[in-house]
């Protein structure tokens, strides 16, 4: 049986400052293609597509633009790191087999889109031995209603997360702004 082509949704290059330094930053994740609605019109194909659950994620990562350009991907089996090496245009496998230290300190990320950056992002995590979280639920098991459908991102061991859920109802109240 042939493999169905992949669908690949990408986060816009969006600035992100961090401390002092500013860098660039590009958000992918790759699903297989849903080959039974093949014979939908190409805008309901399209959009159903995009609307798949982490869960059926094959692959993701982001690369990161500064000072030194980064690929982080996970293929599901492992997190891995490069480093782009401007002398040959490769890039150099530099953090092989990321893991997430247990009890780190969590930055949750309000507002992110679901689809093509929380999903991404939790299946990465997840590869590095981490979990992602809206507050509540997992994020790769959330169903995505909209394409830009937005919620609170938390990313971190899975001790950290555990906890977090544990408090119940964690997520923003005041102009939370990620409502379906």
Not at 27 to 34: E, P, S
Request: with cysteine; aromatic share 8%.
């Amino acid at each position: 049986m042939q493999r169905p082509p992949e669908n690949i949704i990408f986060e816009r290059v969006g600035l992100i400052w961090c401390v002092s330094e500013l860098f660039m930053i590009t958000i992918f994740g790759i699903y297989n293609r849903l080959t039974e609605i093949e014979n939908l019109p190409t805008e309901e194909k399209a959009l159903l597509n995009s609307l798949q659950s982490g869960n059926r994620l094959i692959a993701a990562g982001y690369v990161l633009y500064s000072s030194a350009t980064i690929l982080c991907t996970t293929f599901g089996s492992g997190a891995h790191a490069f480093t782009l090496d401007h002398s040959t245009g490769d890039f150099v496998l530099t953090h092989p087999d990321i893991k997430i230290p247990p009890r780190v300190a969590m930055n949750p990320r309000d507002h992110l889109r679901l689809v093509y950056e929380a999903n991404p992002l939790s299946f990465v995590a997840e590869q590095a031995g981490g979990k992602g979280s809206d507050g509540k639920n997992r994020i790769l098991s959330i169903q995505p209603v909209k394409l830009h459908q937005r919620l609170p991102l938390f990313l971190g061991s899975p001790e950290d997360i555990e906890e977090l859920e544990s408090y119940g109802d964690v997520q923003q109240t005041v102009n939370p702004g990620y409502d379906v």
